[in-house]
């Protein structure tokens, strides 16, 4: 008997592909019986994937603590079949921007960190799953933009374990068990592809609380046949199916104009700095013209948030930068400004940054005011249809659940 348990834990902790780790499964309607795994044993299974896979290290560095920090990470599949989920992230990143920028934690405004990955695309190398990281967790909102509109389609081996593990094991996680953390994988493979078991993925995901939410593009049913439903269960999540090939270009609104006009506005209060300042004020140009390729109420969206405290851009703007205490007029390399403040004394750029806030703050008190009549608007709109679920839609509905759970509000 002794050698009977023995030989049944060495079983447990060298699982090959995706061989069942439960002695129980997950019914249809999502109720888990799942027996509870230790959390050491999943690491002893992900450092034997690691020992093949680079992509299934962990990083050293650790997210600090913070309780008002929400983090998702999106795991898109980018095969051939899969143009319209692209296009739906592309024209609805904003909307669910805006739709964060409303939570609250204990009454104070949230962070919101994104992180973005692409997998089942046979572009990417096979050493790594055909996964890869495009963007890891982020503040920047315009990197992530420009990372969603350069994705591309190609092939498709479509291993749902591996970049749930990947993500698992790549990214900064917060420590605390107040912030939110969730993961939304979309595809339309069958959830166990691969060698990299996607119980053991789930299972790690929801004992570091993380909340695994899948999204199966096709039938609702053929989802759940390919284990997608099961996938989100097993990892604490919800299970959706959507309509990938939907347009989801927005609704047009009486406000939209006025917005694109305080976007321009807002935009000439952003000073660049440093090394790559032009560069990264030329993106900030970059993603509101690719918001707009996509229709007006895209770009109406995005002239939304940054009337946010989400929308930042200490990384290259003298506002933000000398605002979040980055950095002092003092401290600056004066031939990394730009030309309308080389020569001026550091009273004199002090004051100019100064109007330059001033002047934000009131169009970012504009840009908030109009965009609350655009939602009621667009809210007044939807309700009229009966449109069928894309992969915004989802994540909107997912995230006012997941964040109750974790005692944010919305203000």
């Known amino acids: 008997m002794k050698k009977r348990l023995i030989s049944l834990l060495l079983a447990t902790t060298v699982l090959p592909g995706n061989a069942i780790l439960e002695a129980k499964s997950v019914t249809e309607a999502g109720r888990s019986e799942v027996q509870p795994l230790r959390d050491q044993s999943l690491k002893k299974i992900f450092a034997n994937y690691a020992q093949k896979y680079d992509n299934l290290r962990p990083v050293k560095e650790r997210c600090p603590s913070d309780y008002k920090l929400v983090q998702l990470a999106l795991l898109l599949d980018t095969s051939n079949s899969m143009d319209g989920l692209i296009n739906q992230a592309k024209s609805q990143l904003w909307r669910i921007v805006n739709e964060v920028s409303r939570m609250r934690k204990r009454g104070e405004p949230i962070r919101l960190q994104v992180a973005l990955y692409e997998y089942g695309n046979n572009g990417l190398s096979p ?30 081996s479509e291993y749902c374990g591996h970049v749930i593990g990947s993500s698992l094991n790549q990214l900064r996680w917060n420590t605390s068990h107040d912030g939110l953390k969730l993961i939304y994988i979309a595809g339309n493979e069958p959830f166990d592809q691969g060698e990299v078991s996607y119980e053991a993925a789930c299972r790690w995901a929801a004992e570091r609380d993380v909340a695994v939410n899948t999204i199966y593009c096709g039938d609702y049913y053929a989802g759940v046949q390919g284990l997608w439903k099961r996938g989100a269960a097993i990892g604490g ?8 090939d939907r347009s989801t270009r927005g609704i047009v609104t009486p406000y939209d104009d006025d917005l694109m006009r305080l976007n321009s506005r807002i935009n000439d209060t952003y000073v660049p700095y440093g090394a790559q300042g032009k560069e990264l004020k030329a993106r900030q140009s970059m993603q509101d013209r690719n918001a707009a390729a996509v229709s007006a109420p895209v770009a109406a969206e995005r002239a939304a948030s940054k009337g946010s405290s989400l929308y930042k851009a200490s990384g ?22 730009p030309d309308e403040l080389k020569g001026k004394s550091d009273k004199e750029i002090g004051r100019y940054v100064q109007r330059k806030k001033e002047e934000r703050e009131n169009l970012k008190s504009q840009i908030s005011a109009l965009s609350k009549k655009r939602d009621a608007y667009v809210q007044a709109k939807e309700r009229e249809t009966a449109d069928s679920k894309s992969l915004g839609t989802v994540i909107l509905e997912n995230l006012r659940t997941q964040a109750a759970k974790k005692n944010f509000s919305y203000k």
Do not use: C
């Not at 920047?140 to 190609?154: I, K, P, Q, V, Y």
């Open 316 to 337: 290259w703007d003298l506002v933000d930068a000398i605002d979040n205490k980055r950095v002092t007029v003092e401290g600056l390399k004066k031939e990394s400004l």
């Open 127 to 156: 050493r790594t799953g055909y996964i890869r990281q495009v963007v890891p967790f982020t503040e920047d909102l315009d990197r992530l933009s420009e990372a969603l509109f350069s994705l591309t389609t190609n092939g498709g």
């Open 237 to 244: 999540g919800s299970y959706f199916s959507i309509d990938s």
